[in-house]
């Protein structure tokens, strides 16, 4: 028992000697203080090149670099950066470089005609390469960086997002574009999440940004465009469960188009608006074969779909909540009733007389979020209202998307009806509740 006690007492005694986060902070600023001190004299210049600047802030930025001037252990509030970037779109933010003995010993980002750096001053010099790479920081030092493209020298860019509900797959990017391979399991706006859905789509997409990327995982490109293929698959099935689900047979193309209207030009309220139109098309023939579940007889299926969409992004920000977004939209989706008989092996439409339009429902949806970019902790939140006008029943939707440090999250998505639950139809649930483990990797 003596033993016992001399061995936590030991390690109480060594755990208890070793310095606190603040003091290694002031030994690593004593270091770097030494390693590289200020000159007496010291040599100033000023960087006015609006590309470049936006290129640094940005990758400051994506490095959660960006301080509050007045506490350095802080991140720089939405707002602040938010104005920051927008002053340097209009060519009216410069960056202040003081060099040290050796090396840079000071990055300040300013707004012309105010007096004081907008974040903290970046004294370390470490973290100047760790954002730049060498070549970019040397091009700083010897004053050559008008013709230095940060992101062009860089090393060659790579992300992984494990996501089952929305994976992802960077095969090649570039300053201000990037293509990958994307995949889409349901669709939130006619409320058919995930495993409750009778297909997974996958397709290449890709993606053109008005300026560089650097928000990582949250970025939203001036103009995307995505075409693949959506498989049919079984949906998760529990007792009972095949009259609460679709099934889908066949595959179907699928695209996604997603861009910036711009119709009055780049200054005008439209340039702020994000239009997204998607939509599947099956190839099905509603052959016996391209059913997989052949214990199944009386099924309802989902051949086409088309969602409209209207966003207002960056409506206002508050703090480190993030910044509220807005949208609008509506669904059309058609509904077969099918009859699959094992005795000649055939699949009959039991609403043959129904025309094709006639098959088809209207969904209108509205949308309210927030999301922050800025933060160690990286969200995405909305609420999804959704109304069926063809039958007379709506959801309501819970979206939370979440990252640590860009790098570990979840996502998560709730849906209850609040309204019309005596009218759903018998495909339908009162609620969903799907979620995925998010795991990104890139440099």
Not at 213 to 237: C, E, N, Y
Not at 283 to 290: K, R
Not at 330 to 339: K, P, T, V
Not at 425 to 430: C, G, K, N, V
Request: with cysteine.
């Amino acid at each position: 028992m003596k033993y016992l006690i001399i061995f936590f007492l030991t390690c109480f005694s060594l755990l208890s000697a070793q310095p606190t986060d603040d003091e290694l902070s002031k030994l690593y600023e004593k270091l770097l203080y030494e390693i590289n001190p200020p000159k007496a004299d010291p040599d100033e210049w000023i960087i006015t090149d609006t590309d470049f600047i936006l290129d640094v802030f940005r990758q400051f930025k994506k490095q959660n670099f960006l301080k509050k001037p007045d506490d350095i252990h802080s991140s720089a509030d939405i707002t602040v950066i938010n104005k920051f970037e927008n002053e340097a779109l209009k060519h009216n933010a410069i960056i202040k470089v003081q060099m040290g003995e050796r090396e840079i010993y000071s990055f300040q980002f300013f707004i012309n005609g105010e007096d004081s750096s907008i974040f903290a001053d970046i004294g370390d010099f470490n973290k100047i390469i760790m954002v730049m790479e060498k070549g970019g920081y040397k091009a700083i030092k010897e004053k050559h960086y008008e013709h230095y493209d940060i992101r062009k020298n860089k090393p060659l860019e790579y992300e992984v997002n494990l996501n089952l509900l929305k994976p992802k797959l960077m095969l090649y990017s570039e300053r201000m574009y990037d293509v990958s391979i994307e995949g889409q399991w349901g669709e939130d706006f006619i409320v058919t999440p995930a495993w409750f859905s009778p297909e997974y789509t996958l397709g290449i997409n890709y993606a053109r940004y008005s300026s560089t990327k650097s928000s990582g995982i949250f970025d939203r490109p001036a103009f995307s465009l995505m075409a693949g293929v959506a498989f049919p698959k079984k949906t998760i099935t529990e007792t009972n469960w095949s009259d609460k689900s679709l099934v889908n047979s066949g595959l179907g193309f699928y695209f996604k188009l997603s861009g910036k209207p711009n119709l009055f030009g780049s200054n005008s309220s439209s340039d702020k608006l994000q239009i997204t139109a998607s939509g599947k098309s099956n190839f099905s023939t509603d052959s016996w074969e391209e059913f997989e579940d052949h214990s199944l007889t009386d099924i309802y299926s989902n051949k086409n779909y088309f969602t409209l969409e209207i966003l207002r992004p960056e409506l206002f920000g508050i703090s480190d909540l993030g910044k509220f977004k807005l949208g609008m939209g509506i669904s059309f989706y058609d509904i077969y009733h099918l009859l699959l008989n094992p005795v000649d092996f055939s699949v009959t439409d039991l609403e043959i007389n129904k025309r094709a339009f006639k098959k088809y429902q209207t969904s209108i949806f509205g949308e309210v979020g927030v999301e922050n970019v800025a933060n160690i902790v990286r969200h995405d939140f909305k609420i999804i209202l959704n109304y069926e006008s063809s039958n007379k029943y709506g959801y309501i939707g819970f979206l939370f998307n979440f990252l640590l440090s860009d790098t570990f999250g979840f996502d998560i998505r709730y849906y209850r009806t609040i309204a019309g639950k005596d009218n759903l139809p018998i495909w339908r649930a009162s609620e969903y509740f799907v979620f995925s483990p998010v795991i990104r990797i890139s440099n």
